[in-house]
């Protein structure tokens, strides 16, 4: 197993009256979420805290039973099984937010974004829909890994040169969101863990206000709790327009190669297992 | 005698002279006498002999095709001054010898041929640069140049390559190279490749791979003695 440090941390900022964000941290569990809810009266905070909720419990069934939960039949053949499970809790997720936008009218339209990303033995996995950036440091770079699912950035995906005739307004109207239709479809992507791999989760509280330079600067040289704290307050001194939340995973130490090849083999055989 | 004049683009890549009798093969196996390394060319494309009669092309049943003068061929005689394409590289007909005189092009004909695009002929090409970024998005896809035999499309968001069978990708033994040597990930941007383990580090285009590096159409990588091609395919 891959040894991970981590922190998180979330701030209501300085213009919202509740805290609409949610997140999820487990250092066994491997999993870490960041999950920015919206709709009027503490919808949002409901949505969030139900996605959140739901993808950690799906989860962690999957760990406590060793895999002997039913996988979801609409599994995608260009993901693993481990990122299979992963995006599975966020369609699931979605199913619970939508049934219970659906139920009371004052939850009505209610949804969230989200960012998880999970580890397997050698590698993690991205999954978002939404805005809440995932940001990927290595080899002193910065790169964001999830897909903003915005007007803006669709618009500007398919006219580059376009942007400038959107208003502002755009800038966070989502295309896709968790909660607010019976469906959804979530971005994912995999990539071998390294050494010293730095991922940063956030809302878009923090990722408004502090540029990707920046966060490279701040999360590379502290360690993450200490830069969680550096984040949000660069947010908050820049307007805390909105809520904060910040979720930073180091990789700490790469198991050795031998574990590797053991734990392969027995999965493949309970596989085998299975399918008779 | 005649000679093949190899040309990518504006370059002159080689020159080949053939006698009475000689054959000349063209492919992307370095078993042929014209070796071009890249994956719009077949791996034994295309032969040219040089018979009593004169200069003539067969197409070696090539995926993409052999085209003389821009007209898809399955055989053909050449005169001096034809192009034969294939892929994006053109063969330039030059014949020096007395009875191959009759048909020595005008400087005319010559400055005619060096205009045509050799890309825009091979319409069956894997990759294309105007790319619509709505349409349907390619498939990307290493192919084995040396080591091994095949391409292997990257349909998972992770593909691990390396010698031990686990791998998506299996490649050459050696105790230079990592169990698992290297990985190519599809991000939102693009198709990154990581170095994973192993003495033998991947090189791109030649050049050594730090941690990761985003690849681009038709970069070449090396690892150990293997060799692959990375390109997108529609």
């Keep these: 197993m891959i040894t991970l440090e981590s922190a998180a941390l979330t701030d209501v900022g300085k213009k919202r009256k509740g ?20 709709g009027g009266h503490q919808a949002g905070e409901v949505a969030s805290n139900l996605l959140v909720e739901t993808v950690q419990g799906y989860m962690r069934r999957f760990q406590e039973e060793e895999g002997d939960v039913d996988e979801l039949e609409d599994s995608d053949d260009s993901l693993s099984q481990e990122a299979n499970r992963l995006v599975s809790s966020v369609y699931l997720a979605n199913r619970v937010v939508n049934q219970f936008a659906l139920s009371r009218d004052t939850y009505t339209g209610m949804g969230t974004t989200v960012s998880a990303v999970s580890f397997t033995e050698d590698s993690f996995v991205a999954v978002n829909v939404g805005d809440s950036p995932i940001f990927l440091i290595r080899d002193n770079k910065i ?12 618009q500007a995906l398919l006219d580059p040169e376009g942007k400038s005739k959107l208003g502002k307004q755009f800038s966070h109207m989502l295309t896709r969101a968790i909660g607010t239709k019976e469906s959804v479809e979530a971005d994912a992507t995999e990539l071998i863990a390294k050494k010293d791999d730095i991922l940063v989760i956030s809302s878009d509280g923090m990722s408004d206000k502090v540029k990707a330079e920046e966060v490279l600067d701040l999360v590379a040289k502290s360690k993450p709790d200490k830069a969680c704290r550096s984040l949000v307050n660069l947010a908050l001194d820049r307007g805390g327009d909105d809520n904060i939340t910040v979720v930073i995973i180091k990789v700490k130490k790469l198991k050795s190669t031998k574990t590797t090849k053991t734990a392969k083999t027995s999965k493949t055989a309970k596989k085998g297992k299975k399918k008779k | 005698m005649a000679t093949l004049i190899l040309k990518y683009e504006d370059e002159i890549q080689g020159k080949y002279d053939l006698e009475e009798g000689q054959t000349i093969h063209v492919g992307r196996k370095d078993t042929n006498d014209v070796v071009v390394e890249t994956l719009i060319i077949s791996g034994n494309h295309c032969k040219i002999d040089f018979l009593k009669e004169g200069l003539h092309l067969t197409d070696l049943k090539s995926k993409n095709g052999t085209f003389v003068n821009g007209k898809k061929v399955t055989s053909s005689w050449l005169k001096s001054g034809d192009e034969v394409t294939v892929g994006k590289h053109a063969l330039i007909v030059a014949m020096t010898s007395e009875e191959a005189m009759d048909f020595e092009f005008e400087e005319d004909d010559m400055g005619k041929t060096m205009v045509l695009d050799p890309g825009r002929q091979a319409a069956e090409e894997p990759a294309d640069d105007d790319e619509p970024l709505d349409g349907s998005e390619p498939t990307a896809v290493i192919s ?18 390396g010698k031990d069978f686990s791998n998506d990708v299996v490649i050459g033994g050696g105790f230079t190279i990592g169990q698992t040597a290297f990985t190519i990930s599809k991000l939102p941007d693009g198709y990154y490749l990581s170095y994973v383990g192993g003495m033998a580090k991947p090189k791109i285009n030649g050049r050594s791979v730090g941690e990761s590096a985003l690849l681009h ?17 529609k």
């Design chain 1, 19 to 38: 805290n609409e964000d949610s997140f999820f941290r487990d250092d066994d569990l491997q999993l870490y979420v960041v999950a920015d809810g919206m």
């Design chain 1, 143 to 154: 790169q964001v890994i999830s897909v903003f699912h915005t007007v803006e950035a669709e």
């Design chain 2, 144 to 161: 084995f140049l040396k080591g091994g035999q095949g391409e292997v499309p990257l349909t998972k968001r992770l593909t691990k390559v």
């Design chain 2, 217 to 233: 159409d038709f970069d070449t990588i090396e690892i150990g003695s293997d060799k692959l091609q990375f390109y997108l395919k």
